[in-house]
């Protein structure tokens, strides 16, 4: 083939929803574009409206995923200048579980006037906490009952996941349950909107609404013990029918061509979940290389030849990053929030002053004077639990700790440690893996920390032993999307036919690479050892203060 | 008598010293003056040379005691108006141990020029902790042979204390120690310099050179034991005669009438400690009743009828306080250091804008938002080891630490956390008496922080579950001091025949009390059971992770 051809990923964030168009020969990105949801996070009132909603509560407005492909699209036409005829196909990417309720047809129910001022007719974001009663109970209900899926979760589901949401609209909304002809990802919803089919993804049935290729959802029976009302959720408002990633969802539809700019019936990829997409584009389409995807927060992906129950992580779905693999999925809750925390909360003025006149962000003035540390010089250690602890203990009630200070702590001696105990809380997560069959011989690291902090790569080299490299996209949910839109679209139509093939032509690496540094190394072998003792006595039940201090707190709040 | 009689009294603090008349009658304070040390506290160079000093090192300029003479006294009684005859006593306390070596007549080491440009001739103020390797042999001896007098200090002794820093000068400079006629603390020093007759207090020597009443100095069999040539360290360089605090020590010679403008042969008390003589200033002369002088540490003084064994206490000295009781002393080693610590270092630029735009202090501005805090609010607790840990653990190498932090942790939790940590260890101080046959049943706090931090008093008084009356002088010292001036002068001279009737007459309490507040008692309850669980793990042996992370920082340090 002599003429170039194109594929576009679109990666639905939290708050804006990013496009790029990318060369299917060589992942070369020729053109992005962003475009930020005009309703956001909506977690104080509803839209045009003085209904107010509860602190817990975090949802979205449908319409704004749907202004990303009425604007970003053309966007990235415009100014790469391709001729719509030269791309090939379209994937996309989506927070999980982002999940909402839709008429049989896909018109969402909150865009029916009849529902709109109800706020379980609107999105749910994945960060919407408020179903945590309804996940205690089920995983309550699922351990008495003996039910054995909750293994392939580390032992228990998060309150962000689908059937939490979806038990939540039926306990406090049952005329909302009762209306929704189909409760549906975000991600598949887009999908439906963009082909006219609603086809699923496994990806984030498998990681998020208790789906295995094997064993399908769990039984009638168990959602009965939930609620009667809820005994066939899955026949009746979800499917037993799920797609492979990098399968086809079909052809653009005329509307959703005008919406874009791009030809009709131009091949449209099934959903995937951005994390997930992320590790093809990172080259990894094989066992033994982890990615990490680092930002707000930490996502550990890696893949396994066998089905290996690992304790506390956060999944494992058969396929559920590449074909012919089990995805395995870890995470820590709070890592680039944390230094965003540091810095707004414990930074004083002066530092504040001689970055500015330095000109330097106060980020890269801590980590100037961070990095003139030696590991251990500090005295000090921390547990990262600032937002609680995702893996391997799965218990949002923990808290963050530091320990070592004195008279003489600098600030920059607090902000190093607190980047240690990220690492060492990745360092838990690769000792558990490997523990439990999963091998991780080699890190690649993605996503926005890693290309801004030097430093921080260097300490997880460090801290693991294991060498770091660096995904050469920084947009890896977005160039992951386009290269399964490329699969989508296969070989004949000058695609591939398989994301290995896509990954080897499309991903890269940066050239540099971090090493671990045999010295440092063995001081973090030390202050790892402490990190542990400290993470299995408050974190294993030896003493559970910090569940104390949350419960009195919550009782202080609440007047009691 | 019909003409009003007045008491100088003068403190020597560790930057300044400060002077106070004060009406014999009642106490109240006519005028006051302080003068600050020229050279302040040598911790880099010796003054007027390139002699550097270890960094351990904490010297002082004995001239500058007698400035403080020179200047103060004159000042007070210039601001004053009163007449020098009407001023019938004066006394004086000072930080201890703070030592020097001199010849046979009193003069320092340091003022004559052989000796000058050697360090160990000059004064060694009670913070120079370049003594710690002889502390850590003399505790180590005394245990192996079984010298029980240890007991009457907690089971060790500080580097701070008087054999440490003597032996300290043994070893680093023979020359110095063979030289040194007389090696005498501070305090019993300027006495010596007002009247001419050395005459050393027992209260210094039962606190901090390890005599008591009944069984006097260690035996020279232990000194032997530690270094031969130290075997009558006693009888060759101190004295074994020690007074009683109010006795006179002399009058006034004329050199040092004229240096002061008071009129030959007035009273001279015998010298006191700082924190001790701030116990009757603070109306207490009487078991029951602590006095905590609160600054940038804490000291707890506490007498009791009985000798009692305490554990981890500071010491017990008979009549260390008053006449007839034993006196007792606990410590914190960090209290507004902590706070001053936390405001240089963790205080955002926004804080310090807020407070300036609204004209406040930081500190104020702190207090105000911790103030609207509740207790157990914020969901942290933290241990008050920022500077290791006086009482009860009596280990230096202790360290802070925070717990129970989510990412909406704000600065004033913390604040709050820090000083509620300090409560806590104040708690565990006063069960620690009370445990021990010594009551403990309300509390009078002195020095500069109840003045400044309302809150600070109100969380104490809530942890402890104790009444907190707040001393009427927040200038303890000078007051205690000018008080046993008034009882060296005697009744007849127009004084008192005791600190105990002196009290009566010249200390008061501030009319404002705080009384525990029920609710806050219960939930500090709750809050000071999981402090002591931490307590007791990292600070009694079960996980000694604060330890190993200063010695591995050491280690990095000494670039091992």
Same mark, same amino acid.
Not at 84 to 102: H, K, N, R, S, Y
Not at 191 to 206: M, S
Not at 236 to 244: A, F, H
């Given at each position: 083939?002599?003429?170039?051809k194109?594929?576009?990923?679109?990666?639905?964030?939290?708050?804006?929803?990013?496009?790029?168009?990318?060369?299917?020969?060589?992942?070369?990105?020729?053109a992005?574009?962003v475009?930020?949801?005009?309703?956001?996070?909506?977690?104080?009132?509803?839209?045009?409206t003085?209904?107010?909603?509860?602190? +817990?509560?975090a949802?979205?407005?449908?319409?704004?995923?749907?202004?990303v492909?009425?604007?970003?699209?053309?966007?990235?036409?415009?100014?790469?200048?391709?001729?719509?005829?030269d791309?090939?196909g379209?994937?996309?990417?989506?927070?999980?579980c982002?999940?909402l309720?839709?008429?049989?047809?896909?018109t969402?129910?909150c865009?029916?006037?009849?529902?709109?001022?109800?706020?379980?007719?609107?999105?749910?974001?994945?960060?919407?906490?408020?179903?945590?009663p309804?996940?205690n109970?089920?995983?309550?209900?699922?351990?008495?009952?003996?039910?054995?899926?909750?293994?392939r979760?580390?032992?228990?589901?998060?309150?962000?996941?689908?059937?939490?949401?979806?038990?939540?609209?039926?306990?406090?909304?049952?005329?909302?349950?009762?209306?929704?002809?189909?409760?549906?990802e975000?991600?598949?919803?887009?999908?439906?909107?963009?082909t006219?089919?609603?086809?699923?993804?496994?990806?984030?049935?498998?990681?998020?609404a208790?789906w295995?290729?094997?064993?399908?959802?769990?039984p009638?029976?168990?959602?009965?013990a939930?609620?009667?009302?809820?005994?066939?959720i899955?026949?009746?408002?979800m499917?037993r029918?799920?797609?492979?990633?990098?399968?086809?969802?079909?052809?653009?539809?005329?509307?959703a061509?005008?919406?874009t700019?791009?030809?009709?019936?131009?091949a449209v990829?099934?959903?995937n979940?951005?994390?997930?997409?992320?590790?093809?584009?990172?080259t990894?389409?094989?066992p033994?290389r982890?990615?990490?995807?680092m930002?707000?927060s930490n996502?550990?992906?890696v893949?396994?030849?066998?089905e290996?129950?690992?304790?506390?992580?956060?999944?494992y779905?058969?396929?559920g990053?590449?074909p012919?693999?089990f995805?395995?999925?870890?995470?820590?809750?709070?890592v680039?929030?944390?230094f965003?925390?540091f810095l707004?909360?414990?930074?004083?003025?002066?530092y504040?002053q001689?970055?500015?006149?330095?000109?330097l962000?106060?980020?890269?003035?801590?980590?100037?004077?961070?990095?003139?540390?030696?590991?251990?010089e500090?005295?000090?250690v921390?547990l990262d639990?600032?937002?609680?602890?995702?893996?391997?203990?799965?218990?949002v009630?923990l808290t963050g700790?530091?320990?070592?200070?004195?008279?003489?702590?600098?600030?920059?001696?607090?902000?190093?440690?607190?980047?240690?105990?990220?690492?060492?809380?990745?360092h838990?997560?690769?000792e558990?893996?490997?523990?439990?069959?999963?091998?991780?011989?080699?890190?690649?690291a993605?996503?926005?920390?890693?290309?801004?902090?030097?430093l921080l790569?260097?300490?997880?080299?460090?801290?693991?032993?294991?060498?770091?490299?660096?995904?050469?996209?920084?947009?890896?949910g977005?160039?992951g999307s386009?290269?399964?839109?490329?699969?989508?679209?296969?070989?004949?139509a000058?695609g591939?036919?398989?994301?290995?093939?896509?990954?080897?032509?499309m991903?890269?690496?940066?050239?540099?690479?971090?090493?671990p540094?045999?010295?440092?190394?063995?001081?973090?072998?030390?202050?790892?050892?402490?990190?542990?003792?400290?993470?299995?006595?408050f974190?294993?039940g030896a003493n +559970?203060?910090?569940?104390?201090?949350?419960?009195?707190?919550?009782?202080?709040?609440?007047?009691?």
């Amino acid at each position: 083939m002599s003429k170039r051809k194109y594929a576009i990923g679109v990666d639905f964030g939290t708050e804006s929803g990013r496009a790029v168009l990318v060369d299917v020969a060589d992942g070369q990105e020729v053109a992005a574009a962003v475009h930020s949801y005009a309703n956001g996070v909506i977690d104080k009132k509803l839209p045009d409206t003085d209904i107010r909603l509860d602190p +817990d509560f975090a949802l979205q407005d449908h319409n704004d995923y749907l202004e990303v492909f009425k604007r970003a699209i053309p966007a990235v036409l415009k100014e790469s200048g391709v001729a719509p005829e030269d791309v090939i196909g379209l994937g996309i990417d989506f927070t999980a579980c982002t999940m909402l309720p839709t008429k049989a047809d896909g018109t969402p129910l909150c865009f029916l006037s009849k529902w709109r001022e109800n706020p379980h007719a609107w999105v749910k974001l994945w960060k919407h906490h408020a179903a945590q009663p309804e996940a205690n109970k089920l995983n309550q209900i699922a351990g008495k009952l003996g039910y054995k899926f909750l293994d392939r979760y580390g032992g228990k589901i998060s309150s962000e996941w689908f059937f939490p949401k979806a038990w939540q609209i039926l306990d406090e909304a049952p005329e909302v349950y009762q209306a929704a002809d189909r409760l549906i990802e975000g991600a598949d919803w887009v999908i439906w909107q963009l082909t006219g089919q609603e086809k699923r993804n496994a990806c984030t049935a498998g990681y998020k609404a208790i789906w295995s290729k094997r064993e399908g959802f769990p039984p009638n029976d168990f959602f009965k013990a939930l609620d009667p009302r809820m005994e066939h959720i899955v026949d009746e408002k979800m499917s037993r029918t799920l797609y492979p990633l990098g399968a086809k969802a079909g052809g653009l539809t005329e509307e959703a061509a005008g919406w874009t700019g791009l030809k009709p019936d131009t091949a449209v990829a099934i959903a995937n979940v951005d994390a997930h997409v992320s590790v093809p584009a990172a080259t990894v389409t094989e066992p033994g290389r982890m990615v990490i995807i680092m930002g707000t927060s930490n996502c550990h992906m890696v893949m396994g030849t066998g089905e290996n129950i690992v304790p506390g992580m956060c999944g494992y779905v058969d396929e559920g990053i590449v074909p012919g693999l089990f995805g395995y999925e870890a995470g820590q809750s709070c890592v680039g929030d944390h230094f965003a925390w540091f810095l707004e909360n414990c930074v004083p003025g002066a530092y504040e002053q001689e970055a500015e006149k330095r000109g330097l962000s106060v980020h890269e003035l801590l980590e100037e004077k961070a990095a003139q540390l030696n590991p251990g010089e500090s005295g000090l250690v921390a547990l990262d639990w600032w937002n609680g602890n995702r893996s391997v203990l799965v218990d949002v009630d923990l808290t963050g700790m530091l320990l070592g200070a004195t008279l003489a702590t600098k600030p920059e001696e607090i902000y190093r440690a607190l980047i240690e105990a990220t690492a060492y809380g990745t360092h838990t997560i690769i000792e558990t893996f490997e523990a439990n069959g999963v091998p991780v011989n080699e890190i690649v690291a993605t996503g926005g920390l890693p290309n801004r902090n030097k430093l921080l790569v260097q300490i997880y080299a460090d801290v693991t032993g294991r060498p770091i490299r660096i995904a050469g996209s920084s947009q890896g949910g977005a160039l992951g999307s386009a290269m399964h839109g490329a699969v989508a679209a296969g070989q004949e139509a000058g695609g591939y036919n398989s994301i290995v093939e896509a990954s080897k032509q499309m991903a890269r690496l940066r050239d540099e690479a971090y090493e671990p540094i045999p010295e440092n190394k063995k001081i973090y072998d030390r202050l790892y050892a402490e990190y542990i003792t400290l993470h299995n006595y408050f974190g294993r039940g030896a003493n +559970d203060v910090m569940k104390r201090l949350k419960r009195l707190k919550a009782e202080v709040r609440a007047g009691l």
